[in-house]
């Protein structure tokens, strides 16, 4: 069964889309209407509520679809398709399903899944948010003045980043952050991954309070300088690693 709606964005302070188990793909497109299109078996398809609430556009799943017996085959998949002109509020997030953007513009951006992987590509939003517990988070030519990122046991690969402040939090989840351009500050707390910051600079302010963990550098001088990018890595077992590359 399918399903499909448009709305005028002009009106709408956001788009909010929470999911259980269903596929989620998000973009910008060559559209005037922000599009919703969604495709699964019938039940799952006639109980998704999408619809204007508060002043936001809201697509979601009864109750998180935490009632559904899961002896049922059922599957769902969403795809919104954004105007690029859109500038708003953004805020996605899904249980166990595969979450995917790519294309977005927003003042503010957040994508969460709990299980779930979650893919990010060529974003820009003054704040954004990514955020996984067991999912592994991938992504690509991300620009934002702040970016947070948070995973329990998922690994975090970011490639291109354009970022003045970058937050990161992991348990035992792997972290590998790579700047296309100088940054102002990159503060990690991990307890055993191990992390990885490369970026266009010759010099970093680091700071590195690990029981175990140990600095690593390639190309790179570790300063005192107040002005130069600050690296402040807090940690039990995690090993940080820092690369400089050529612009």
């Known amino acids: 069964m399918e399903r499909n709606m448009s709305f005028d964005g002009g009106s709408l302070d956001g788009v909010a889309v929470h999911l259980a188990w269903g596929q989620l793909e998000i973009f910008a497109d060559d559209v005037d209407r922000i599009?919703?299109?969604?495709?699964?078996?019938d039940g799952s398809v006639n109980d998704l509520r999408i619809g204007e609430k508060e002043g936001w556009?809201?697509?979601?799943?009864?109750?998180?679809?935490?009632?559904?017996?899961?002896?049922?085959?059922r599957w769902l998949q969403i795809c919104v398709r954004m105007p690029k002109e859109w500038k708003k509020a953004i805020a996605c997030n899904t249980i166990s399903g595969l979450l995917s953007a790519r294309g977005?513009?927003?003042?503010?951006?957040?994508?969460?899944?709990?299980?779930?992987?979650?893919?990010?590509?060529?974003?820009?939003?003054?704040?954004?948010?990514?955020?996984?517990?067991?999912?592994?988070?991938?992504?690509?030519?991300?620009?934002?003045?702040?970016?947070?990122?948070?995973?329990?046991?998922?690994?975090?690969?970011l490639e291109a980043l354009n970022v003045e402040t970058l937050k990161c939090n992991?348990?035992?989840?792997?972290?590998?952050?790579?700047?296309?351009?100088?940054?102002?500050?990159?503060?990690?707390?991990?307890?055993?991954?191990?992390?990885?910051?490369?970026?266009?600079?010759?010099?970093?302010?680091?700071?590195l309070r690990s029981i175990s963990g140990r600095v690593r550098t390639e190309g790179i001088a570790i300063t005192d300088q107040p002005e130069a990018p600050s690296v402040r890595v807090t940690g039990v077992s995690a090993d940080l690693k820092l690369i400089g590359i050529q612009e």
């Open 35 to 41: 599009q919703v299109m969604a495709a699964g078996d």
């Open 57 to 73: 556009l809201v697509v979601e799943q009864p109750q998180y679809g935490l009632s559904l017996n899961i002896m049922e085959s």
């Open 104 to 157: 977005l513009r927003a003042e503010s951006l957040t994508l969460e899944t709990v299980s779930g992987d979650l893919r990010a590509q060529r974003l820009n939003a003054q704040q954004m948010a990514l955020k996984t517990v067991s999912g592994d988070i991938r992504g690509e030519e991300l620009t934002a003045a702040r970016l947070n990122v948070r995973s329990v046991s998922g690994d975090t690969a």
């Open 170 to 207: 992991s348990v035992s989840g792997e972290q590998a952050y790579n700047m296309s351009a100088s940054f102002q500050m990159v503060e990690v707390t991990a307890v055993s991954g191990n992390v990885i910051v490369t970026a266009p600079v010759q010099a970093m302010n680091v700071s």
